[in-house]
């Protein structure tokens, strides 16, 4: 009987898993890679991010898709693929990038991404995790006893603050909310304090837990964010008269729009009073806490029952990446209380099964950048890291109060820079410079004002970028008239 033959025709599955084609692609896509990164350090093209409509990019990406149905192809993606992925994402790695909180991932780690990314094991369990499993534990009670939360301290990691947030007030609502919530529901309406400042994703938690609009209490704040201890008291007293069962209060670090950090060390000793549980949204500013010259506004993490703080935005891993850690590791699994026999043989602690922490079930093996920076670094790159981005910001600062026509919001505690050009639409002069280019900077709205923001996230950026970003906004401001 004559043997079967593979076939021999390019889309077969069967083409796509050769070390030859894998060892080939990989030979072009470091090149091409590298000299992508040549270019946007270089600041080589004309635009951070090249400018168009939503529906332009839209129709362009469905034209390649009407022209290529049914085109043969001996490789996994068109020739041109990638080229035009490259040609028209944010180009994160040029110095003039000044946009949104998002990590200029260190281009090493990219090796490390292919790696776990072929490798492909889940870690919902132990046996699908056995190298990134037990890495995951050992740094993540490492970082927790440097962050001070103690020798009990432990955590997960997950993709992205917003889950990291929800698991915490989800273990919160466990620890502190009266009977059994995860087994029976809540005995009666929960609600968490938070400042009026904080990040969507906590009150979107809330209502994600069944708590409505009242189970957010937004707290008033301070001319400079932070929460108002008078009316935090006042909200609390309010909240419970209306018999609401308020379990915690949530601290900033740091806010998004701005960059304040809450009095952390208020909030602590306000939490301990009225048998709150306390959690800190430091999914930005929590990385301060690598910096001995930038962790003063961090002062009373230690005493958080909870602190999330993402990997992915001043600590160059790529996204998504974040830490949720908790003062006494048992907590994590308040979260979730769940029999799954085809996973687990009972319902036990077990750090090696670690879907019984977090809501993923499958996840990437986010531990293979944290544990390899940690065991090659300790703190000190990432120290580093903070310290220069950091620097970027007062740097900009300094620049912005030198010139008469512009305004500061606030002198800078971390990375982020709010500022306003007298007398402009600053919402316009913004939409000129993602236009027009080349810098790449957003916006907020402070008090009913639009007012310009850079988040400097970009080590490589220097002075003289910072000062043509301003000369730019300047003439952009002239062009309009």
């Known amino acids: 009987m004559k043997a079967c033959s593979k076939p021999n025709i390019p889309h077969h599955w069967s083409n796509f898993y050769t070390v030859h084609a894998f060892r080939g692609s990989g030979d072009e896509m470091v090149e091409r890679l590298a000299h992508y990164l040549a270019e946007s350090q270089g600041k080589q093209r004309d635009f951070v991010l090249p400018y168009s409509t939503p529906f332009e990019r839209l129709s362009y990406w469905k034209s390649r898709l009407n022209n290529s149905v049914g085109a043969k192809s001996g490789a996994l993606w068109k020739a041109n693929f990638l080229e035009e992925v490259l040609a028209q994402s944010n180009r994160l790695h040029d110095p003039r990038y000044l946009g949104h909180q998002v990590a200029v991932p260190l281009p090493q780690l990219s090796w490390l991404q292919a790696a776990t990314s072929l490798l492909n094991n889940g870690m919902a369990i132990d046996e699908m995790g056995p190298a990134s499993s037990p890495m995951e534990?050992?740094?993540?009670?490492?970082?927790?006893?440097?962050?001070?939360?103690?020798?009990?301290?432990?955590?997960?990691?997950?993709?992205?603050?917003?889950?990291?947030?929800?698991?915490?007030?989800?273990?919160?609502?466990?620890?502190?909310?009266s009977g059994n919530p995860w087994k029976d529901g809540s005995e009666r309406p929960c609600a968490v304090l938070v400042s009026e400042q904080a990040h969507y994703c906590v009150d979107r938690a809330v209502r994600v837990m069944g708590w409505g609009a009242a189970g957010a209490v937004k707290v008033r704040t301070l001319a400079n964010h932070q929460i108002d201890p008078v009316a935090l008291r006042?909200?609390?007293?309010?909240?419970?008269?209306?018999?609401?069962?308020?379990?915690?209060?949530?601290?900033?670090?740091?806010?998004?729009?701005?960059?304040?950090?809450?009095?952390?060390?208020?909030?602590?000793?306000?939490?301990?009073?009225?048998?709150?549980?306390?959690?800190?949204?430091?999914?930005?500013?929590?990385?301060?806490?690598?910096?001995?010259r930038n962790k003063g506004p961090l002062k009373g993490i230690e005493k958080a029952d909870s602190v999330a703080m993402d990997f992915h935005k001043m600590l160059g891993v790529p996204a998504l990446c974040t830490g949720l850690f908790y003062r006494n590791g048992s907590d994590a699994y308040a979260a979730f209380s769940q029999e799954a026999a085809y996973l687990y043989e009972n319902e036990q602690e077990e750090w090696w099964n670690l879907s019984k922490r977090t809501f993923e079930c499958t996840k990437r093996m986010l531990s293979v950048a944290v544990f390899g920076i940690w065991e090659a670094h300790s703190h000190n790159l990432w120290?580093?890291?903070?310290?220069?981005?950091?620097?970027?910001?007062?740097?900009?600062a300094r620049a912005i109060e030198q010139r008469p026509h512009w305004e500061l919001f606030a002198h800078p505690q971390s990375n982020i820079v709010c500022f306003r050009l007298r007398g402009s639409d600053n919402a316009a002069l913004r939409h000129a410079m993602l236009k027009h280019g080349p810098q790449y900077i957003v916006k907020t709205v402070l008090n009913g004002e639009t007012w310009l923001r850079c988040t400097f996230q970009n080590p490589l950026t220097e002075e003289s970028d910072i000062e043509a970003l301003l000369d730019r906004l300047e003439e952009l401001k002239a062009n309009r008239g």
């Open 383 to 396: 120290e580093s890291l903070v310290d220069r981005l950091v620097d970027r910001a007062q740097v900009a």
């Open 137 to 177: 534990e050992a740094v993540m009670q490492e970082l927790a006893q440097f962050m001070g939360l103690g020798s009990a301290a432990s955590g997960i990691l997950c993709h992205g603050g917003t889950l990291a947030n929800l698991t915490a007030l989800l273990a919160a609502r466990q620890r502190k909310a």
């Open 234 to 292: 006042i909200a609390f007293a309010e909240s419970t008269a209306r018999g609401l069962d308020v379990i915690a209060v949530v601290g900033n670090a740091c806010t998004t729009s701005t960059g304040t950090f809450d009095d952390l060390e208020v909030l602590a000793g306000f939490a301990d009073e009225n048998d709150l549980w306390f959690h800190v949204d430091g999914a930005h500013g929590a990385a301060q806490i690598f910096s001995e």
